[in-house]
């Protein structure tokens, strides 16, 4: 398709457009992806979105949860939402099972939701590569409310955070192990910890697991958006507590943006991903090195020695 075609396309909120142009930013080719970056800068910036960040412990179901927040939201007309799932990728084969969508098969089959599964690939904090670019697709397709769903396995994931308003942590009931598991690195960045699966013979354990985690986050340091890190309990499965996420979550905004903190910590955001294209390019041009690189390591030069003399 023409960049012209896109362009039309996405502007008409047609999601076989948008799935195309998103193919295209996540393709490793030059020409493709610069094809998508050209729609990405027609559009311009959408500020009037609201970026929410899902990660947590595996097995916390959070393809269900996403999927009950999403069908409560959309009982507003004018919410439209798009939900970017990241799977993991195998470290042997490179492949994905990407099966977050058919977890969500009533949200998929709304007409204002759109469902988009990616790999991690290779990268690290959580995220694929191009997640972001698919976002502000999204967005110039019209999608107000965008549910990024990272990989989530452990304390890393914390990329997200630097894409997104908000940051929700998904878990289990029962603390003890899974609250050392998880440290101060993912616990810092949370705005909103949900403990799912509050039901049945959990419910209790649930609400115990909530206040252990509320006495933990007490000895966190005060977060830069001056919000007070919440606790709820829900069960997604049965759509409890989701009403009560969402209070919370319009709490959060009507604070970052009477407060301006939206505003800024979006410029940072935009100050993050540049360095970090630099630094994909700079490691983009490793290829073109490798000869030289063996060359060195083969005449018993240090590591150092080699990447002075390489890069200089």
Avoid at 53 to 80: H, M, N, V, Y
Avoid at 184 to 209: C, F, H, L, P, W
Wanted: aromatic share 6%; glycine share 10%.
């Amino acid at each position: 398709m023409t960049k012209e075609q896109l362009i039309a396309g996405i502007a008409a909120g047609d999601t076989r457009t948008l799935s195309r142009a998103i193919t295209l930013a996540e393709s490793t080719l030059a020409e493709k992806r610069n094809l998508a970056l050209e729609v990405i800068s027609y559009f311009g910036p959408q500020n009037d979105t609201y970026r929410i960040g899902i990660t947590g412990t595996p097995g916390a179901g959070k393809s269900t949860f996403i999927e009950a927040i999403g069908i409560s939201l959309l009982q507003d007309p004018k919410r439209k939402i798009a939900v970017l799932s990241v799977d993991p990728s195998s470290g042997k084969t490179h492949g994905s099972i990407l099966g977050d969508k058919t977890r969500m098969n009533k949200l998929s089959a709304h007409k204002r939701a759109y469902i988009r599964p990616s790999a991690s690939g290779l990268q690290l904090g959580g995220l694929a590569k191009n997640t972001r670019l698919a976002m502000l697709l999204c967005e110039a397709a019209g999608y107000n409310t965008i549910l990024i769903e990272s990989v989530g396995v452990g304390q890393g994931e914390t990329e997200v955070a630097q894409l997104t308003d908000l940051f929700t942590l998904v878990l289990n009931p029962g603390g003890g192990d899974e609250l050392q598991g998880i440290k101060r690195g993912i616990m810092e960045m949370a705005d909103i910890i949900v403990i799912n699966k509050a039901d049945g013979n959990s419910e209790q354990q649930a609400k115990i697991t909530a206040k252990e985690y509320s006495m933990a986050l007490h000895l966190m340091p005060e977060n830069n958006n001056q919000w007070i890190p919440k606790v709820i309990t829900c069960s997604a499965l049965k759509h409890k507590g989701i009403d009560a996420f969402w209070e919370r979550v319009f709490d959060f905004e009507k604070q970052v943006t009477r407060n301006h903190w939206k505003a800024n910590h979006r410029k940072k955001q935009m100050l993050y991903w540049a360095r970090k294209s630099v630094q994909d390019l700079l490691l983009g041009k490793l290829s073109g090195y490798e000869d030289a690189i063996t060359k060195g390591l083969a005449e018993g030069k240090l590591p150092e020695e080699v990447a002075r003399e390489v890069v200089i």
